[in-house]
């Protein structure tokens, strides 16, 4: 986050503290409490993709768990601030694990099940003082000092949002974040990549239900009062207005869309009534039009999208650093010169359809291995049962005499083995740097917190270096800056190789890699993949295109139903009756 822009808000709230009436000090405190939950949930929809209608149940129960500990247990408020978070984390990490495994409209509606729960919950509990609530809640007490007046309230509640937002920046730019920003559009990706998309998922909730109980906590002693109504499911929604309007893929549009819509609605709710002559929630229908035109312009971006839009210069530069990443351990050539990967009898159906049947060959050491065929030949299921998005139903895969075919699509590139994609799968939102990056998510470690407070600096440098060295390595270092998603398919296939070398694998799996390419690029791919097998690298293809395997491969295996029709030297394999009877027919 840009020092500049945080210095500068920082000035503006001292000068906005010092000066404005108690009445507007009031309405910018709730902005604060609503950009905090607004904060996480720009976190689980922009980032994660799940779209939660149950924030406002943990702003209750954090603001009920204090309460409770500060009037019932007579606790300092602070300790009331550890139960709230503790007690909230708690209760997301357990619901988390429960609904997060669902798909589809299945997610948000449970997320409104249990946020209807909490909300009639909190009404039911005579200890929380039903529906009418509970009053006496005692002041936030800092050195001895009481928090009572507004402007008191509205430096605490506005440095929490501050620190809230540095913290989910940092953890964002950090490998973890890239982690995260790959879950939404790139899941299958981000699993090939070692990358435990579920966990990050359920990361990310408990971090957001964290930032709402702390707004629930500063809530119940601003206002020294709690009742259920702030916490029910319209409240919910009106979160989701918040961060659709202000940029749903923008950290900043969680206060901008708190500001907007706060603003509005206390403009709306003393001059609707005017305008139209009696009283209601015409503030609704505004707010319901507004997102509608905001989706139909700007998308997920939202105001902030706009702003920034803007602002930002088109391209910028990003400094590389010296850094060295561990390589992989790696076994010793074998004596024998036995082969790297050994497929025995891959076998795979799909219901009465029999994908694969008894597919057998090797792929030796620094030797490039192509699978060719018809199409429905079977190719891809293979490509999918040796990468791990697919487990064989019969036979065995092995590495370096190690049996894999069993383990977790993401235990595949730990063990040395990278893949690229039949269609190109790149993050979108991430420069090219960003994309590369991922592909060594899994040779460093480092958790969460230590992403969030920043302490990862080095291994950041080691990332980029690596990334650079392998974007230098495919010709792609002079656009490192640019939006991935902006390149040409060639220039994005290289990025894809790129990334799967920063895995530093011993076997490089490539899915079509000259699909869709001109004869220049497909040159210059079949340069590169030669390079690389001099520099001591495996690697097995699936291609269409003869030409290319051909004047490339060292073995080509033909697939044909499902079944292994011929393997060989590309000499061989050109002119076998059988291989010209798959592709042409017999009357060709």
Known sequence: MSRVVLLSVLVVLVVLGLSLPAYYLNVLNYVGLYGLVALGVVLLTGVAGVTSFGQAAFVGLGAYTTAVATIHFELSPWIGLLLAVGLSAAAAWFIGMITLRLSGHYLPLSTMAWGLSAYYLFGTIEMLGGHTGISGVPPISVGGFELTSQMAIFGLIWVALLLALVLSANLLESRIG?????????????????????????????????????????????LRFVNPSPFDLPASIEYLFMVVVGGASSLWGAVIGAAALTGLQEFLQGALPGIIGQAGQYETIVFGLLIIVLLQFNGERGVSGWLFKQVQPKSYALQTQDGELPRRARDAARADGGPLLRLRGIGKSFGGLRALKAVSFDVGQKEIVSIIGPNGAGKSTLFNCITGVLRPDEGELFLRDKEISTQNVRKFVQKGVARTFQHVKLVSGMSVLENTMLGAHIRVAGGTISAALHLERDQEKQLR???????????????????????????????????????????????????????????????????LREDGLSILLVEHDMGFVMGLSNRIVVINYGEKLVEGDPANVRTDPRVIQAYLGTAA
Request: aromatic residues 4%.
């Open 465 to 531: 270096a690596e990334a650079m060295k392998q974007l230098k390595r495919v010709g792609l270092d002079n656009v490192q800056h640019m939006d991935a998603a902006s390149l040409s398919l060639g220039q994005q296939r290289l990025i894809e190789i790129a990334r799967a070398l920063c895995a530093d694998p011993e076997i490089l799996l490539l899915d079509e890699p000259a699909a869709g390419l001109r004869q220049l690029e497909k040159q210059k791919l079949a340069s590169l993949l030669q390079d």
């Open 178 to 222: 890239r982690a995260m920003r790959s879950i939404k559009t790139a899941r299958q990706t981000a699993e090939s990549f070692g990358i435990d998309t579920s966990k990050l998922r359920l990361v990310i909730f408990v971090y957001a239900s964290i930032l709402a109980a702390l707004s629930g906590w500063l809530y119940a002693h601003m």
